[in-house]
C-alpha cells in the first residue's frame, strides 16, 4: 500500500467500531448541512468517504455532487444513490467537465486537505474557484496545526469515544492502530499541517477570501475548519 487513496479504498482502522464511524459521519453531516445557504443550494462535497449520512445533505440542499477518489467507494455510493435523481457521483478527475463553471453555491472539503501535497490542495482550489458562483462558499475543515500530532488527537478521540459510549472500543482501536497500515503510511507519507496563517495564505493565493472558524467540523477540537468565499 503506498498511497493514502488505497488505504481508505480498502479495510482500515480508520474507526474502532461502527459506532464511532457513524457519529464521526453525523458530526460531518451536520456541519456541512449548516453550511448549506438555502434549500435550492448547488452543493459538492469533495472527498466525501462512504458519505453515510449524505441523504441528510442532500435532502437540505437542491443538487448535490458526492465526490471520491477511491474506485470502490465511488462504486457503492454509485449503488446506494442510484434512484436519487439529485444526487451525482463523480471522481476528482471528472469535476472539470462534470461540474458547469459557476454553478456551485457550496463546496465542502472536510478531513482531506493532510493527505495531499500542497501542490494537489492548490490544484483543488484553483478548479473549485472555477466552479463556484461568485459569491459561492468553501469549506476546508479538520484541518490538522504542525503543533497537533497523535498524543492530542488520541485523546480527542478517547473523550469522543467516551461520550459516544464506545470507549472500550477506542482503547483497543488504538492498540491496533499502532501496528496498522494508517501508523506506516502516516510515518512514511506524512500529514499535510498548516497553521492559521498558513491556511489563510494558501487560501488568498488561490483566489479566495477566508477566515478560521471558531469551532472545527469534527469531534477534534484542535484541528482547525475555515471558510472562504469566491469574490463576488
Known sequence: MSSWRDFFDGEHSIYVSERHKLLHARIIARGI??????????????????????????????????????????????????????????????????????????VTFISVAQYLKREELDAALHLWLQKLKPGGKLVVGDVIPPDVGMVTDTRALLSFAFSGGFLIAALAGLVKTAFSDYRKLRDNLGLS?????????VLDKAGFVGIRQ???????????????????
Not at 457521483?89 to 461540474?99: C, H, N, Q, R
Not at 499541517?193 to 495564505?201: D, V
Request: charged fraction near 20%; include cysteine.
Open 193 to 201: 499541517m498548516y497553521s492559521t496563517a498558513q491556511m489563510e495564505t
Open 214 to 232: 471558531i469551532e472545527n467540523i469534527g469531534h477534534n477540537a484542535a484541528r482547525m475548519t475555515f471558510e472562504a468565499a469566491r469574490p463576488a
Open 33 to 106: 448541512i449548516a453550511a448549506i445557504p438555502r434549500s435550492d443550494a448547488v452543493v459538492l462535497d469533495h472527498g466525501c468517504g462512504e458519505a453515510l449520512h449524505g441523504e441528510a445533505v442532500a435532502a437540505a440542499c437542491g443538487r448535490l455532487y458526492l465526490c471520491e477518489s477511491a474506485p470502490v467507494l465511488r462504486a457503492q455510493l454509485t449503488a446506494r444513490f442510484i434512484n436519487s435523481g439529485h444526487v451525482s457521483i463523480i471522481a476528482p478527475e471528472t469535476i472539470e467537465i462534470g461540474i458547469p463553471d459557476d454553478s456551485l453555491d457550496l
